[in-house]
């Protein structure tokens, strides 16, 4: 089983000492520049992965050593949670606000390191409602359908992703029958980056992307209990590739996202779209972007973001134009903001005027 942290020292690595053997660092350029709007943090050692924001506009952010932490953008101030610090140094991947009061918060790691958490007293005490079944178990990431029904997914066991389902909004899970279980290809998995590779939709659509030595679609329409799978022409074949997040857009096509995350400038069959999930094509590019970890949707554009670079594309015509050579591991919508989350607990926002302005600005 692969702890991406782990993979993710190899990538600071590279970064540090700039050694990129295999694929020559593309030109930087900005194309339509949006800057950041960084907020400052009391948790400036932590990779955040996980990401959410409720109705009324609170962002709530998870991630390494038990952090889990909401900001009130009205007073400008957060407030910081350990849940399960007295049990295990849990790294808290996922995160989603399903009530006014209710989160829900999964931890990603070998064997006991993955567990379920929940809130429903906005974050002022949590329990422990569901521990990893299987010792050789990886939690990947969770959604809800709505404020009752959601998913849990986990690398494979036995050739098949694992799987655990909710109808009570997060207070008990019930692991899926085996043989309904989505089956694997030797070296497939999924990676645990953005909680953005597993999406579940209004009326129990489900869509997974995975990785590694396949890169593949895996489609649920009802509510997670059976599936079917389906190539893409990802980039995949080593255990850094594959695919890392997925966006649905509102006309009902798929747009995934990913590449290597050893190679952060590589940019080869990284983005790719589907009209129903099932038939997947590259897009076409002039310059594309590399390695990305989360993409999200919204009003009329798709925003992606990597490790080194974040990206903008218009939904009617998908063309990634660089934006900011700054980077992040994770994006939420809220608000009319797009928010994302990284390392050294980096959080920022841009607001829906700004990528309306810049856009408009570089048509001039």
Not at 79 to 92: L, T
Not at 266 to 290: A, D, L, M, Q, T
Not at 298 to 305: G, H, M, P, Q
């Given at each position: 089983m692969?702890?991406?942290?782990?993979?993710?020292?190899?990538?600071?690595?590279?970064?540090?000492?700039?050694?990129?053997?295999?694929?020559?660092?593309?030109?930087?350029?900005?194309?339509?520049?949006?800057?950041?709007?960084?907020?400052?943090?009391?948790?400036?050692?932590?990779?955040?992965?996980?990401?959410?924001?409720?109705?009324?506009?609170?962002?709530?952010?998870?991630?390494?050593?038990n952090?889990?932490?909401?900001?009130?953008?009205?007073?400008?101030?957060?407030?910081?949670?350990?849940?399960?610090?007295?049990?295990?140094?849990?790294?808290?991947?996922?995160?989603?606000?399903?009530?006014?009061?209710?989160?829900?918060?999964?931890?990603?790691?070998?064997?006991?390191s993955?567990?379920i958490?929940?809130?429903?007293?906005?974050?002022?005490?949590?329990?422990?409602?569901?521990?990893?079944?299987d010792?050789?178990?990886?939690?990947?990431?969770?959604?809800?359908?709505?404020?009752?029904?959601?998913i849990?997914?986990?690398?494979?066991?036995?050739?098949?992703?694992?799987?655990?389902?909710?109808?009570?909004?997060?207070?008990?899970?019930?692991?899926?029958?085996?043989?309904?279980?989505?089956?694997?290809?030797?070296?497939?998995?999924?990676?645990?980056?953005?909680?953005?590779?597993?999406?579940?939709?209004?009326?129990?659509?489900?869509?997974?992307?995975?990785?590694?030595?396949f890169?593949?679609?895996?489609?649920?329409?009802?509510?997670?209990?059976?599936?079917?799978?389906?190539?893409?022409?990802?980039?995949?074949?080593?255990?850094?590739?594959?695919?890392?997040?997925?966006?649905?857009?509102?006309?009902?096509?798929?747009?995934?996202?990913?590449?290597?995350?050893?190679?952060?400038?590589?940019?080869?069959?990284?983005?790719?779209?589907?009209?129903?999930?099932?038939?997947?094509?590259?897009?076409?590019?002039?310059?594309?972007?590399?390695y990305?970890?989360?993409?999200?949707?919204?009003?009329?554009?798709?925003?992606?973001?990597?490790?080194?670079?974040?990206?903008?594309?218009?939904?009617?015509?998908?063309?990634f134009?660089?934006?900011?050579?700054?980077?992040?591991?994770?994006?939420?919508?809220?608000?009319?903001?797009?928010?994302?989350?990284?390392?050294?607990?980096?959080?920022?926002?841009?607001?829906?005027?700004?990528?309306?302005?810049?856009?408009?600005?570089?048509?001039?």
């Amino acid at each position: 089983m692969i702890d991406f942290n782990n993979k993710r020292i190899i990538l600071t690595l590279i970064l540090t000492i700039g050694v990129n053997f295999l694929y020559a660092q593309p030109d930087r350029k900005i194309e339509i520049p949006i800057d950041w709007n960084y907020i400052a943090t009391p948790f400036t050692e932590a990779s955040i992965r996980g990401i959410d924001i409720t109705a009324e506009g609170i962002l709530w952010v998870s991630g390494t050593d038990n952090l889990v932490a909401k900001y009130d953008s009205v007073s400008g101030s957060w407030k910081v949670f350990r849940p399960g610090k007295e049990i295990n140094k849990y790294d808290f991947r996922d995160i989603e606000i399903i009530g006014e009061n209710e989160i829900i918060i999964m931890a990603a790691g070998e064997n006991t390191s993955s567990a379920i958490f929940r809130s429903e007293n906005g974050g002022e005490s949590w329990s422990k409602v569901f521990d990893n079944p299987d010792k050789n178990g990886f939690f990947d990431a969770i959604d809800f359908y709505d404020s009752k029904n959601g998913i849990l997914v986990g690398d494979p066991i036995n050739g098949r992703f694992a799987v655990a389902l909710t109808n009570d909004g997060g207070k008990t899970w019930t692991p899926l029958d085996f043989e309904n279980r989505p089956a694997t290809q030797k070296g497939e998995y999924q990676f645990a980056a953005s909680g953005t590779q597993l999406r579940g939709y209004k009326g129990g659509q489900t869509i997974i992307v995975s990785g590694g030595m396949f890169a593949r679609a895996f489609l649920s329409e009802d509510y997670g209990v059976t599936w079917k799978s389906y190539p893409t022409p990802a980039l995949q074949g080593i255990e850094s590739s594959g695919l890392f997040s997925v966006a649905k857009l509102d006309n009902g096509s798929f747009v995934a996202v990913g590449g290597d995350y050893t190679q952060p400038f590589y940019s080869e069959n990284n983005v790719i779209v589907s009209e129903e999930g099932k038939s997947w094509k590259v897009v076409p590019h002039r310059k594309f972007p590399g390695y990305l970890s989360a993409i999200q949707h919204i009003d009329e554009y798709l925003i992606a973001v990597g490790a080194v670079n974040s990206y903008i594309s218009l939904t009617n015509k998908i063309s990634f134009k660089l934006f900011s050579n700054d980077g992040f591991h994770c994006l939420a919508v809220g608000d009319d903001r797009i928010y994302a989350a990284g390392s050294d607990g980096l959080v920022a926002f841009i607001t829906l005027k700004q990528v309306k302005n810049a856009v408009q600005g570089a048509k001039k």
